[in-house]
């Protein structure tokens, strides 16, 4: 049987949290979600919503009082200063303090598979990673010199119906459907792992509360590691074409051509990752993939198709395609 604990969500409506909020209630707690209240994603029956700017301390403070919280899981601090802010205001108070890091930490390249906690944490390509990793620096500096009831959970690429995980987005399914050519990063053949967040979910709320995983760090990430070709094969079929133009391009001639895309690209998309997720399922034996992309595309086509507004073409992206394509046709 599963204790009710009291927990606080930093976040709540993201793609990743929004599954978590679903799974804590279904599994009886009492759920609160702090966040601006500005997500299209709704809150389920029976979550006590908070609205502040989790930036601002005095909000935070005015709106969370002294009520106390076994767990506060904090989805959106992403450098140092906001892990402050959320402990100074309710995290040092909370029994357990989980921050969600990300799996794009680790080590890039990687210098072996299967990833694992142990895989030591640097990445000197991708500015978002190593503001991650410092934010663990301090928690693991809390824990150790305070006692701080710390938790650190990486996840990976992780998606609902509503995210694409391609470069692109939309606009490679636009250029899919209209027979022009998709750019897909390196040979196609490099493993990239995609966990749903209904999936992740299952890990994640076998941490709330749970003693054994203070002061521990967990990668959250199911076993599904199809190659980037397979996954634009399946978005294809989801969207009804049968044969895609994929063209290769090297991720160094990408990140070059386009700077936004070079530190998540050369930092983490290039590389084969692949996960051994056993420290979690020791805490969540019922933690497995049960939704492999396959479906997955299928759902976040059928989503797209039935709201139309989503569906935005990205001209500079598209223009950029066509460029690379023609290149790539040259060489």
Not at 103 to 118: F, G, V
Not at 250 to 257: K, V
Request: net charge negative; hydrophobic share 40%; charged share 20%.
């Amino acid at each position: 049987m599963t204790l009710r604990r009291r927990i606080l969500f930093i976040g709540g409506s993201g793609v990743i949290s929004t599954a978590c909020v679903r799974a804590a209630v279904a599994a009886g707690h009492e759920v609160s979600v702090l966040n601006r209240g500005r997500s299209a994603r709704p809150l389920p029956e029976g979550v006590r919503e908070l609205r502040a700017d989790v930036r601002d301390a005095d909000a935070v403070s005015a709106v969370v009082g002294e009520r106390p919280y076994d767990v506060v899981a904090d989805f959106l601090s992403f450098v140092p200063a906001h892990v402050e802010t959320v402990l100074a205001t309710v995290g040092e108070r909370a029994g357990q303090y989980i921050f969600i890091s990300s799996a794009s930490a680790y080590e890039k390249p990687p210098r072996r598979l299967p990833i694992t906690e142990s895989t030591p944490l640097r990445n000197p390509f991708w500015q978002y990673s190593r503001d991650k990793i410092a934010c663990e620096d301090l928690l693991v500096a809390a824990h150790r010199d305070r006692g701080l009831p710390v938790t650190i959970v990486r996840p990976s690429h992780t998606y609902d119906d509503t995210l694409l995980p391609t470069l692109g987005g939309w606009t490679d399914i636009a250029r899919m459907r209209a027979g022009r050519p998709v750019i897909v990063h390196g040979d196609g053949s490099s493993l990239w792992t995609l966990t749903h967040s209904d999936d992740f979910a299952v890990g994640f709320t076998g941490l709330l509360g749970n003693p054994a995983a203070i002061g521990e760090a967990f990668t959250i990430t199911g076993s599904h590691a199809p190659t980037w070709d397979q996954i634009y094969r399946w978005l294809a079929d989801a969207a009804g074409v049968d044969a895609p133009d994929l063209v290769h391009v090297a991720s160094d001639t990408i990140a070059a051509a386009a700077p936004d895309l070079g530190p998540g690209l050369l930092g983490d998309r290039t590389h084969s990752v692949v996960f051994d997720a056993t420290r979690v399922r020791e805490l969540s034996p019922a933690f497995r993939t049960t939704i492999t992309f396959d479906e997955g595309a299928r759902r976040i086509l059928a989503h797209y198709d039935t709201h139309p507004e989503l569906q935005q073409v990205d001209p500079e992206l598209d223009a950029l395609f066509d460029r690379l394509a023609a290149h790539a046709a040259s060489v």
